[in-house]
């Protein structure tokens, strides 16, 4: 697993690849909160174009972030999952919580539009 945070257009974005499980959103959840205490960014999007595997862990790291970023007036949105993690997150019922988007690019489009 690998993952990248990149902050662009006063978002802050998580690239994640491979695959996520506990062990790894734990890693994630570190890295993205102490950037986050940076208090510079307006939303943020998890994308996951990239990843092969995501347990109820992963669904645990887009809650406890949608929480501490709602906080702040952000919000949380999910990008370009492959069809077997879109499944996952809809049984979840994180889409009631935050939107999914087909890729970076529309994500971006609609949070700086809102």
Same mark, same amino acid.
């Given at each position: 697993?690998?993952?990248? &945070?990149?902050?662009?257009?006063?978002?802050?974005?998580?690239?994640?690849?491979?695959?996520?499980?506990?062990?790894? %959103?734990?890693?994630?959840?570190? %890295?993205?909160?102490?950037?986050?205490?940076? =208090?510079?960014?307006?939303?943020?999007? /998890?994308?996951? =174009?990239?990843?092969? /595997?995501?347990? $109820? $862990?992963?669904?645990?790291? /887009?809650?406890?972030?949608?929480?501490?970023?709602?906080?702040?007036?952000?919000?949380? %949105?999910?990008?370009?999952?492959?069809? $077997?993690?879109?499944?996952?997150?809809?049984? $979840?019922?994180?889409?009631? &919580?935050?939107?999914?988007?087909?890729?970076? =690019?529309? %994500?971006?489009?609609?949070?700086?539009?809102?």
């Amino acid at each position: 697993m690998e993952f990248t &945070l990149l902050p662009m257009q006063g978002n802050l974005v998580v690239r994640i690849f491979g695959e996520l499980d506990q062990h790894y %959103a734990e890693e994630v959840r570190k %890295a993205v909160d102490k950037e986050w205490k940076r =208090e510079i960014y307006h939303n943020l999007i /998890f994308s996951l =174009e990239n990843l092969e /595997f995501m347990d $109820s $862990s992963g669904i645990g790291l /887009f809650m406890g972030r949608y929480k501490t970023v709602s906080e702040k007036g952000g919000r949380v %949105a999910i990008c370009g999952p492959p069809p $077997s993690i879109k499944r996952v997150i809809e049984l $979840s019922g994180l889409l009631k &919580l935050m939107d999914i988007y087909r890729d970076e =690019e529309e %994500a971006l489009n609609k949070l700086v539009l809102n």
